[in-house]
T-cell receptor, first 113, second 114 residues
Framework: KNQVEQSPQSLIILEGKNCTLQ??????????LRWYKQDTGRGPVSLTI?????NTKSNGRYTATLDADTKQSSLHITASQLSDSASYIC????????????FGAGTILRVKS | NAGVTQTPKFQVLKTGQSMTLQCAQD?????MSWYRQDPGMGLRLIHY???????DQGEVPNGYNVSRSTTEDFPLRLLSAAPSQTSVYFC?????????????FGQGTRLTVV
């Protein structure tokens, strides 16, 4: 069964600290892996997209890594800000027609001052 | 360029009522999808469309209908609302099936069925 598991479910960190969110997937056939940020009451917004051949991609203070052999990904947030408080969702795209996406349940991050 | 627009943002229905959730995109995207988001779960695909006139079922299609008469619009119809359909609904669009294709989401419709 195609699944995406994320950990931790929730996380609280102090402003300025770094954190790493984890994603494990069993999706096959794999096309690419995405990380989305979802603010409360809003739709998900893309942070990064990584294909099978990419093992790291950055977007400002966000750095995603991908290990296609172990089917694991991580999202590292550097020097966290209050505005980073959101749900971070790992999504894997199936390599088949229809642009089908399999979503993780998300990690809720709260950054405190 | 508004992106993906969903209406309404909030809705309360009584069990058995029907309604249509609207979704429109102005990016000329071929692919459009409807998802529902429930607490503690990832977004689940309800229905999707790969172009005008073409729709298909996703993971959880029961109780919902869709149509795609134009590229821009992809309405989701609840035929007879049930409390189990209480959820947040998201519409998404993308330009095609390419590997790096970006998916853009609307802001969501929060539906409560009482």
């Amino acid at each position: 069964k195609n699944q995406v598991e994320q950990s931790p479910q929730s996380l609280i960190i102090l402003e300025g600290k770094n954190c790493t969110l984890q994603c494990n997937y069993t999706v096959s056939p794999f096309s690419n892996l995405r990380w989305y940020k979802q603010d409360t009451g809003r739709g998900p917004v893309s942070l990064t997209i990584m294909t099978f051949s990419e093992n790291t991609k950055s977007n400002g203070r966000y750095t995603a890594t991908l290990d296609a052999d172990t089917k694991q990904s991580s999202l590292h947030i550097t020097a966290s800000q209050l505005s980073d408080s959101a749900s971070y969702i790992c999504v894997v795209r199936l390599a088949q027609g229809g642009n089908k996406l399999v979503f993780g349940a998300g990690t809720i991050l709260r950054v405190k001052s | 360029n508004a992106g993906v627009t969903q209406t309404p943002k909030f809705q309360v229905l009584k069990t058995g009522q029907s309604m249509t959730l609207q979704c429109a995109q102005d990016m000329n995207h071929e692919y459009m999808s409807w998802y529902r988001q429930d607490p503690g779960m990832g977004l689940r695909l309800i229905h999707y469309s790969v172009g005008a006139g073409i729709t298909d079922q996703g993971e959880v299609p029961n109780g919902y209908n869709v149509s795609r008469s134009t590229t821009e619009d992809f309405p989701l119809r609840l035929l007879s609302a049930a409390p189990s359909q209480t959820s947040v609904y998201f519409c998404a669009s993308s330009s095609g099936g390419g590997e790096g294709t970006e998916a853009f989401f609307g802001q969501g419709t929060r539906l409560t069925v009482v």
